[in-house]
């Protein structure tokens, strides 16, 4: 059963214009969801994080909106460009002891075409 | 500084060989995880060292898997018989303290079980 969905396997945008990646989560005890950018033969890389507390948390180009009670979140990229290509991870984690323990998504391939 | 490290980068073994992955964590870095990423999945949590404590084993998939830090510092997960679904990508990452701290994660390790 997988608690961290990402049901759009690939992504393509045009340079310029507005990149949208979706996660939904099925576990109503996630409080910190986080999304994470990887490059081929690299390691994932932070990207953003938001907190159950807020609905929007904002770093430059990249924006994430989270909608608890569709338990669903979103991370916008504007203007998107073509550096941003690679492959996009939501990933979710639980208040108390195993608040360490990210659940991750199968990921979203962003390609942002010049 | 340097970031997380792994070796091998690639590692081909047969079928009911042992194999040994390590990890270097970002120096100063208390937490320290093993994540394993298979072919079109996501990251799926092994195990997780913080300071002197237990480890908590929860993710690992069978008694054939088992993870060490010496030191508090390098970390090798170990696979004993390997078997051809064990092949994958091993991540590893680490973390200043633990809780929601962002995990900074190495390149991996591409495991082939042939």
């Known amino acids: 059963d997988q608690q961290v969905k990402q049901n759009s396997p690939s992504l393509s945008v045009q340079e310029g214009r507005i990149s949208i990646l979706n996660c939904d989560y099925t576990?109503?005890?996630?409080?910190?969801f986080l999304w994470y950018k990887k490059y081929p033969a690299e390691g994932p890389t932070f990207l953003i994080s938001i907190s159950s507390i807020k609905d929007k948390n904002e770093d430059g180009r990249f924006t994430v909106f989270l909608n608890k009670s569709a338990k669903h979140l979103s991370l916008h990229i504007v203007p998107s460009q073509p550096g941003d290509s690679a492959v996009y991870f939501c990933?979710?984690?639980?208040?108390?002891?195993?608040?360490?323990?990210?659940?991750f998504g199968k990921g979203t391939k962003l390609s942002v075409i010049p | 500084g340097a970031g997380v490290s792994q070796s091998p980068s690639n590692k081909v073994t047969e079928k009911g060989k042992d194999v040994e992955l390590r990890c270097d964590p970002i120096?100063?870095?208390?937490?320290l995880y093993w994540y394993r990423q298979s072919l079109g999945q996501g990251l799926e949590f092994l195990i997780y060292?913080?300071?002197?404590?237990?480890?908590?084993k929860s993710g690992l998939p069978s008694d054939r898997f088992s993870a060490e830090r010496t030191g508090g510092s390098v970390s090798t997960l170990t696979i004993q018989r390997t078997q051809q679904e064990d092949s994958a990508v091993y991540l590893c990452?680490?973390?200043?303290?633990?809780?929601?701290?962002?995990?900074?994660f190495g390149p991996g390790t591409r495991l082939t079980v042939t």
């Open positions: 576990n109503s005890m996630f409080d910190y």
């Open positions: 120096s100063g870095h208390t937490a």
């Open positions: 060292f913080q300071g002197n404590s237990a480890p908590d």
């Open positions: 990452a680490s973390s200043l303290v633990t809780g929601h701290d962002e995990q900074y």
């Open positions: 990933a979710a984690s639980a208040a108390g002891a195993g608040s360490y323990q990210l659940t």
